[in-house]
């Protein structure tokens, strides 16, 4: 089976705090992405990464950033936490090509006080 | 840039019913996947579709891509209380996988 980790289920953090998601994925997948899901809003995209030290832009990187330094690992970043950051964030991961399975983790839920 | 939108966002479905839920992209899909999330869960793969006209059946769950390709649906008979959760469908089209926004299901018993 998949297995997509994501290193906490529930964060509380400071305003301004910096805050690390970190996931792991072990199915040697090369795509990993980062999304966050609100209310009424779905799955948005933050970031996703191809490949070892590659990196694009989703549809909501403002806040944000990312790291790849091991193809099993995804590192999302909030260099400075706010409130409006305050959300579900689901990393997942894939084969690279068309038509692959995304598969997600659990999610980490972030409450930034 | 390429949109899938759901519709509709929400729905309340007696048990025993059938339901249908519809997914529309502005582009031509190469695929579309569809997806279910339980409440407090995490989303989960249900099915890809990748042909013109495509039906594929699970148990009492039909999808359907449509003939053009930018669109599809979901349709559930006899609704069980296990049918609960966000149905999401997911658009490919010029190498990106776009998100609807789900179709919130709730069952009453």
């Known amino acids: 089976d998949v297995k997509v980790t994501q290193s906490s289920r529930y964060l509380v953090k400071r305003t301004g705090e910096k805050v690390f998601l970190e996931c792991v994925q072990d199915m040697d997948h090369e795509n990993m992405f980062w999304y966050r899901q609100d209310p009424g809003l779905g799955l948005r995209l933050i970031y996703f990464s191809y490949d070892v030290k590659m990196k694009e832009k989703g549809d909501i990187p403002e806040g944000y950033s990312v790291s790849r330094e091991k193809k099993e690992r995804f590192s999302l970043i909030l260099e400075s936490a706010s409130t409006n950051q305050t959300s579900m964030y689901l990393c997942?991961?894939?084969?690279?090509?068309?038509?692959?399975?995304?598969?997600f983790g659990e999610g980490s839920w972030l409450t930034v006080v | 840039g390429q949109q899938v939108m759901q519709i509709p966002q929400y729905q309340h479905v007696q048990e025993g019913e059938d339901f249908t839920t519809y997914c529309n992209s502005s582009t031509t899909l190469s695929n579309i996947q569809w997806y279910k999330q339980r409440p407090g869960g995490h989303p989960v793969f249900l099915i890809q579709l990748v042909k013109s006209g495509e039906v594929k059946k699970q148990k009492r769950l039909t999808f359907q891509f449509g003939e053009a390709k930018k669109n599809s649906s979901l349709h559930i008979t006899a609704t069980q209380t296990t049918d609960v959760g966000t149905y999401f469908c997911a658009g490919e089209g010029n190498n990106r996988l776009a998100f609807g926004k789900g179709n919130q299901v709730v069952v009453i018993p």
């Open positions: 997942a991961s894939s084969f690279r090509g068309i038509g692959n399975t995304i598969y």
